[in-house]
Nanobody, 124 residues
Framework: QVELVESGGRLVRAGDSLGLSCAAS????????VGWFRQAPGREREIVAA????????YYADSVKGRFTISRDNFRNAVFLQMNSLKPEDTALYYC?????????????????WGQGTQVTISS
């Protein structure tokens, strides 16, 4: 089992950059693929990015490709999401989640552990 805590969310302006962190505790973190998801008011939760257990493979939603970068540090039990060129439509509650499926899942049901989320708000 793993516990996840997100941090770094805040209010920024359109065009700014922001970095989110996801700190993990509990079981060996390197056995989990990790994803970042987000949910805006009135919308369904969607995947933003995911990283494989080793960090070699990554996935990005089309809406964030070229602007967001996911990375992980298994020694520090942490995953990061660097967000550049932020847009108002990036405003959402951002969650990190861990999956022990062994692959690079992009579906929510494949993720077993979730953090509480960190709020990101982009002003225009």
């Amino acid at each position: 089992q793993v516990e996840l805590v997100e941090s770094g969310g805040r209010l920024v302006r359109a065009g700014d950059s922001l970095g989110l962190s996801c700190a993990a505790s509990g079981s060996s973190f390197s056995v989990y693929a990790v994803g970042w998801f987000r949910q805006a008011p009135g919308r369904e939760r969607e995947i933003v990015a995911a990283v494989s257990r080793s960090g070699v493979s990554t996935y990005y939603a089309d809406s964030v490709k070229g602007r967001f970068t996911i990375s992980r540090d298994n020694f520090r039990n942490a995953v990061f999401l660097q967000m550049n060129s932020l847009k108002p439509e990036d405003t959402a509650l951002y969650y990190c989640a861990a999956s022990d499926s062994g692959l690079l899942p992009t579906r929510q049901y494949a993720y077993d552990y979730w953090g509480q989320g960190t709020q990101v708000t982009i002003s225009s």
